[in-house]
């Protein structure tokens, strides 16, 4: 594992031939001129963890907790997905130890093992995702999850429940924070792998 208090103007991070990497860091600022490669393609055995600390360092353009690219290349690749992201069906109660979604999460490309990511639905939330494992799939867009939700989500009606399994289109996992809890770190700038 690659450990570091923060990760600024890094000329080149990479990996390639490791079937496990991690970075660990305050935050990632790819700047100009620089790199971060975390190729994970291949037969599906590979893994990677992004994880951002909150160890009070700060990017003076990012902030703390942070992965972004100024004119630097960020090129993070996993397993292909057809889609990584979808929207509730229906309401989800806390406790609920299933969801179900408006997209069919077989077709998106989506497994057993994969880490998904239920954003808050409430209006000026505090951070209240959820982050699960599926645990399986049911018939309708059903995904049963390895532990009940902590907090209730609204459906798709009110265009504010997104669940993100894209984690492995890019990477496994970008786990934020002590507990491994997706809240308050910032992805930026990454679009089609390249930021």
């Keep these: 594992m690659r450990r570091a208090r923060s990760c600024c103007a890094a000329r080149y991070w990479?990996?390639?031939?490791?079937?496990?990497?991690?970075?660990?860091?305050?935050?990632?600022?790819?700047?100009?001129?620089?790199?971060?490669?975390?190729?994970?393609?291949?037969?599906?055995?590979?893994?990677?963890?992004?994880?951002?600390?909150?160890?009070?360092?700060?990017?003076?353009?990012?902030?703390?907790?942070?992965?972004?690219?100024?004119?630097?290349?960020i090129d993070i690749r996993g397993r292909p997905l057809r889609r990584t992201w979808s929207l509730l069906a229906r309401p989800a109660d806390s406790a609920a130890a299933s969801i179900t979604l408006l997209h069919d999460p077989l077709a998106m490309?989506?497994?057993?093992?994969?880490?998904?990511?239920?954003?808050?639905?409430?209006?000026?939330?505090?951070?209240?995702?959820?982050?699960?494992?599926?645990?399986?799939?049911?018939?309708?867009?059903?995904?049963?999850?390895?532990?009940?939700?902590s907090h209730a989500r609204s459906d798709a009606r009110q265009r504010r429940a997104a669940i993100g399994g894209g984690g492995h289109r890019t990477v496994n996992e970008l786990a934020c924070g002590e507990s491994g809890i997706v809240h308050g770190a910032k992805c930026i700038a990454v679009l089609n792998g390249v930021a």
């Design 14 to 73: 990479g990996q390639p031939a490791a079937s496990e990497q991690w970075l660990c860091a305050g935050y990632v600022a790819v700047e100009a001129g620089g790199a971060l490669n975390m190729s994970l393609a291949g037969d599906g055995t590979r893994r990677g963890v992004i994880f951002l600390k909150d160890n009070g360092r700060a990017s003076p353009v990012f902030g703390a907790r942070a992965l972004g690219g100024l004119n630097g290349v």
């Design 109 to 149: 490309g989506w497994a057993v093992g994969d880490r998904i990511a239920l954003a808050p639905t409430t209006a000026g939330s505090s951070g209240e995702a959820d982050a699960r494992r599926i645990a399986g799939f049911g018939a309708g867009n059903t995904v049963t999850l390895d532990a009940p939700l």
